[in-house]
């Protein structure tokens, strides 16, 4: 029993979900009958769109003459939802407007409910952040006549339309929506407990099926595939521009070299940010920079970007060298540094509120090959990722949310690299290898630093255009648990990690050793490396020579006394004679003041 009274609500769910999609900026919308929302109600739709602008739901009372100015509108502007509910005349105590949620032009589902209660109307998004409008004239109620309108209004309506900032929207909504749902409450107060409400879903039992190659008698668009067929409902009073299902331009469009599509339902793009290629369809190499150790890009970002809650940062490099900073901006206590430090990527942070330090170790990023790098924020949350594969997610300590920007964001180095301990940096060098598709905000670093005049991207030391960096034929492994680390410490970056502080071991489930093997001898030697040992060479010549000196000197003061045996005397008997020693007797020159002198040998 229980089998079949869950299959049939199952049933049931599927035959009333609808989704229409909308293709025409021009002319798409769909009218329903009248939500009756004059004192309680309630209405639901979900939604999603590539569009950050758009009209959403529109409603007036302009359909009769009345001395009241009545209207609802719910619309995308900048990627944020708006609602404006008007209760008799336009003044500021009876027109209020309210906003809530972001980048709502994700290609994401998003749900949307409205509430009416008397003065309040509350919109709700997505079950969890919510804005409450309270009406402050003397009208309590929101009588409409017009029907309710989705995706955009008809040309009747735009005639005699109360609310005329709906007009002026850059374009109709463009994208999908599905579950439409009003109704109506009876007798109370709406939302209360023991609630009576008459709900009425839009769903029908017949259904047509169709193939149109023409606009249809609704003025529906052409799909973009026009052999797919597709389910035609009519539970609405009208709509143009708008055909069943949500389309999906994707399905029959391909993005090369992992690029990735975009559905923008009425045609597809590829999203090529990250895989070292652009164009429509991801098939020309992008531009790319390479550094030589000693060189590095200053970046005057615009004024919306000096102070962020939230941050996208995504750039590709390639190198043979274990250490080198990458990116690094410091203005104040906030400061944000990614760098190489031992062939691992190593993020520090900071929004005023101490230190934060991510980093990512489960492979040997300096193998010559192209690793995307990917650091997304929003407020105090932060994630790390690497190659698509390899991530580290945590917030960072304190309160404030907000990044500030004052001074320059750096790219592959900066001029005073050797003191950014004060950020947390350890590699202490300038990045030598080759950046690409460097976006941070959506500001394309490479573009611009190559291809305009702009004095807001300036160049500093040899900076060559294209890529030289081969991937070495032997790389040394990290042995490594396969965890990364995230870790905070205090305001000041020298003082130790103590117990107030928090180090975190995202993936692993044993606590992690890992050690930080510098990468093979097989990397090139720097200049300064050669420098120091022909300075070590001349150094330790010059001390052997002396020590030889030494050493000889020495022997011969040792053995200066000569030993004269008996078979020697023999030889001189005549001088033996003079001192009247015998023959056999041993004798010692000694020489003392240039003086030859014989002494007898004790015995």
Not at 140 to 158: E, K, M, P, R, W
Not at 426 to 452: A, E, H, M, P
Not at 480 to 496: L, Y
Request: proline share 3%.
């Amino acid at each position: 029993m229980e089998l079949y009274l869950f299959l049939f609500t199952y049933l049931l769910f599927i035959q009333t979900i609808q989704s229409f999609t909308f293709l025409d900026k021009r002319t798409s919308h769909i009218r329903y009958d009248q939500w009756n929302a004059e004192t309680y109600g309630k209405l639901k739709f979900k939604f999603k769109t590539h569009n950050p602008y758009g009209l959403l739901l529109y409603s007036d009372n302009s359909l009769e003459s009345s001395t009241l100015q009545n209207f609802i509108v719910l619309k995308l502007n900048y990627a944020k939802l708006f609602i404006t509910v008007q209760m008799g005349a336009e003044d500021y105590r009876s027109k209020k407007t309210e906003s809530i949620g972001n980048k709502l032009d994700d290609l994401a589902w998003h749900d949307v409910e409205l509430y009416r209660n008397e003065r309040e109307t509350t919109l709700r998004l997505d079950g969890k952040d919510e804005v409450v409008i309270i009406n402050e004239g003397e009208h309590d109620s929101l009588a409409l006549n017009t029907g309710v309108f989705f995706g955009g209004i008809s040309d009747s309506l735009s005639m005699r339309i109360l609310d005329m900032s709906v007009l002026a929207l850059p374009s109709r909504f463009i994208g999908c929506m599905e579950n439409i749902e009003f109704s109506k409450s009876e007798n109370t107060k709406f939302p209360t407990s023991g609630i009576t409400t008459t709900l009425k879903k839009y769903s029908t039992t017949k259904k047509m099926k169709e193939t149109p190659t023409q606009p249809d008698l609704r003025g529906t668009t052409k799909y973009p595939n026009k052999n797919i067929e597709y389910e035609m409902y009519r539970p609405f009073k009208e709509s143009q521009g708008v055909i069943d299902g949500c389309a999906d331009a994707c399905s029959n469009f391909t993005c090369s070299n992992e690029g990735r599509c975009i559905n923008q339902f009425v045609s597809a793009t590829c999203d090529c940010v990250g895989t070292g290629y652009f164009g429509p369809l991801c098939t020309k190499v992008a531009d790319s920079m390479e550094f030589k150790g000693t060189s590095y890009i200053t970046v005057n970002v615009a004024g919306p970007l000096k102070a962020t809650t939230e941050n996208l940062i995504k750039f590709r490099f390639k190198t043979n060298y274990a250490n080198g900073l990458l990116l690094a901006a410091n203005s104040g206590n906030d400061h944000l540094m990614v760098e190489l430090d031992s062939a691992l990527i190593r993020l520090s942070i900071n929004l005023g509120g101490g230190y934060h330090i991510l980093e990512i170790n489960e492979k040997v990023f300096s193998d010559g090959k192209w690793h995307l790098v990917e650091i997304v924020r929003n407020g105090r949350y932060i994630s790390l990722y690497a190659d698509g594969s390899y991530s580290v997610n945590s917030s960072t300590p304190g309160v404030f949310s907000k990044f500030d920007l004052r001074d320059f964001l750096y790219v592959g180095g900066h001029p005073e690299v050797e003191d950014l301990g004060k950020i947390n940096s350890r590699s202490g060098k300038n990045f030598r290898g080759c950046l690409q598709q460097i976006f941070y905000n959506g500001l394309d670093i490479v573009y611009k630093t190559l291809n305009t005049k702009s004095t807001r991207f300036k160049k500093y030391g040899n900076i060559g255009k294209g890529c030289t960096v081969e991937p070495k034929r032997i790389v040394s492994s990290r042995e490594t648990d396969g965890s990364s680390i995230s870790k905070s410490g205090p305001d000041n970056p020298n003082q130790p990690l103590t117990g107030g502080n928090h180090y975190i071991n995202i993936k692993a489930t044993q606590p992690t050793a890992v050690e930080k093997q510098k990468v093979s001898s097989s990397n090139k030697l720097n200049k300064k490396t050669i420098i120091w040992i022909a300075v070590g060479l001349v150094i330790g010549s010059v001390i052997i020579v002396i020590a030889i000196v030494l050493i000889v000197n020495n022997v011969r003061n040792r053995y200066s006394d000569v030993v004269f045996n008996k078979h020697l005397m023999k030889t001189n008997n005549d001088f033996l004679t003079q001192f009247n020693r015998r023959p056999n007797e041993t004798v010692i020159y000694t020489p003392r003041n240039g003086k030859i002198l014989l002494e007898p040998e004790l015995v």
